[in-house]
């Protein structure tokens, strides 16, 4: 799995590489860099890209988006958009990076940097993903990104990362059905946490939480009273995970409570 340090090693080359492609000339900046003054399209591209090396992201940006203001039909502002999306996303300004690199896309769509601008817009939802605590609109966001990114894009380099951070999003979804599914068991709502728990079983059954999805449908169910769907829960669980805590727990919930279904299970 990649280090957030190597994927942001990668995004600054990436980001490198676009802007050494429009840097020939001398640097043009000054304290009063984002005043509107009429400048040729290279000055004013590599003023901005003087502040992104600086440091000064929101500047870095601004003057990224004057460049394309100011010269909307230069080659030039093709590249100041994508670096304005970049600069945008460093000062974590998402959704001014999102917009950015959303522009670039609907008007250069098969554009040979297509596929770094949607890797863009997917980490831009993704650096803002909540704990499990709180509501998931923006963790859902992100998941449609990337998989936006693994569709268009399936043999790219953004691909490979993006189906890391998929998975890690999935299973962070999962963690947030259990979170509510629990919340029902500690509350009595049995059926209500049954659903949850289904839930992660059906949409999630490939993240860590499967386990205690299948174990927690065994105690749903045995509080509901219907023994013969919690062994067939803790039957499966049995099957795909037999060494597992989570299968020993429903082993001894089912001999407790419906220990003629264990017998009967063999």
């Known amino acids: 799995m990649y280090s957030h340090s190597s994927i942001k090693a990668a995004i600054l080359a990436a980001a490198g590489a676009v802007a050494l492609t429009g840097c020939a000339g001398g640097s043009a900046?000054?304290?009063?860099?984002?005043?509107y003054?009429?400048?040729?399209?290279?000055?004013?591209?590599?003023?901005?890209?003087d502040r992104l090396d600086q440091g000064d992201l929101q500047l870095a940006a601004a003057l990224f988006d004057e460049v394309e203001r100011q010269h909307p039909y230069s080659p030039w502002a093709?590249?100041?958009?994508?670096?304005?999306?970049?600069s945008y996303y460093a000062a974590r300004e998402y959704n001014s990076s999102i917009q950015s690199a959303s522009r670039f896309l609907s008007i250069h769509p098969g554009n040979a940097d297509a596929p770094y601008a949607y890797y863009l817009i997917a980490l831009s939802y993704y650096e803002r993903i909540s704990d499990?605590?709180?509501?998931?609109?923006?963790?859902?966001?992100?998941?449609?990104?990337?998989?936006?990114i693994v569709r268009r894009y399936p043999e790219s380099?953004?691909?490979?990362?993006?189906?890391?951070?998929?998975?890690?999003?999935?299973?962070h979804l999962a963690g947030k059905e259990m979170e509510i599914g629990r919340f029902y068991q500690d509350t009595g709502q049995w059926l209500a946490s049954a659903l949850r728990f289904q839930n992660v079983v059906d949409d999630y059954q490939t993240t860590s939480h499967a386990p205690e999805a299948l174990y927690?449908?065994?105690?749903?169910?045995?509080?509901?009273g219907v023994p013969e769907e919690?062994?067939?829960?803790?039957?499966?669980?049995?099957?795909?995970?037999?060494?597992?805590?989570?299968?020993?727990?429903?082993?001894?919930l089912m001999q407790e409570h419906a220990p003629q279904r264990v017998a009967a299970g063999g």
Request: aromatic residues 8%; proline residues 3%.
């Open 29 to 35: 900046s000054e304290p009063n860099d984002l005043a």
């Open 78 to 86: 093709r590249r100041a958009q994508l670096m304005s999306a970049f």
């Open 132 to 148: 499990v605590e709180r509501d998931q609109a923006i963790t859902r966001q992100a998941l449609q990104a990337l998989n936006e």
């Open 216 to 224: 927690r449908l065994v105690e749903s169910n045995l509080a509901i």
């Open 37 to 49: 003054v009429a400048r040729d399209v290279e000055s004013l591209y590599n003023a901005a890209k």
């Open 157 to 171: 380099p953004y691909a490979a990362d993006a189906r890391l951070k998929i998975d890690l999003v999935n299973d």
């Open 230 to 252: 919690a062994q067939r829960y803790a039957a499966v669980l049995g099957a795909n995970y037999p060494g597992s805590d989570w299968y020993e727990r429903a082993f001894k």
